[in-house]
């Protein structure tokens, strides 16, 4: 059974960069779509970003508008991880950030939606302070 382990958040200013790490056990993550989904006190869970599974070397990457331009999203099949590179952070950006795989969709599929997602990680929290 896959699981998933998210690590990298913490407490930043304004401005101000974070990495954060999805790291798979049990099953390789080049079979599963990747997304990276936020959640903020008293609001739903969101989606940030997702990455296809691989195809020839190469994955396909969406990204919500609140992050489009700061935040990448990357794979390195080798270390079984998924990051999420989040530049330029705005306190808007605080929320427990859970990293969440997708099963048995095409090798292009992308979707932000929750609730297509069959495994979860249990989260890791980012704050960002004005």
């Known amino acids: 059974q896959l699981q998933l382990v998210e690590s990298g958040g913490d407490l930043v200013q304004l401005g101000g960069s974070l990495r954060l790490s999805c790291v798979g056990s049990?099953?390789?993550?080049?079979?599963?779509?990747i997304g990276w989904f936020r959640q903020a006190p008293g609001k739903e869970r969101e989606g940030a970003s997702c990455?296809?599974?691989?195809?020839?070397?190469?994955?396909?990457?969406k990204y919500a508008d609140a992050v489009k331009g700061r935040f990448t999203i990357s794979r390195v099949s080798a270390k079984n991880t998924v990051y999420l590179q989040m530049n330029s952070l705005e306190p808007e950006d605080t929320a427990v950030y859970y990293c969440?795989?997708?099963?048995?969709?095409?090798?292009?599929?992308?979707?932000?939606?929750?609730?297509?997602?069959?495994?979860w990680g249990q989260g890791t929290q980012v704050t960002v302070s004005s």
């Open positions: 049990g099953c390789t993550l080049d079979y599963y779509t």
């Open positions: 969440a795989a997708l099963a048995g969709r095409g090798v292009s599929y992308t979707t932000l939606r929750p609730g297509e997602y069959d495994y």
């Open positions: 990455i296809s599974k691989p195809s020839r070397g190469t994955s396909v990457s």
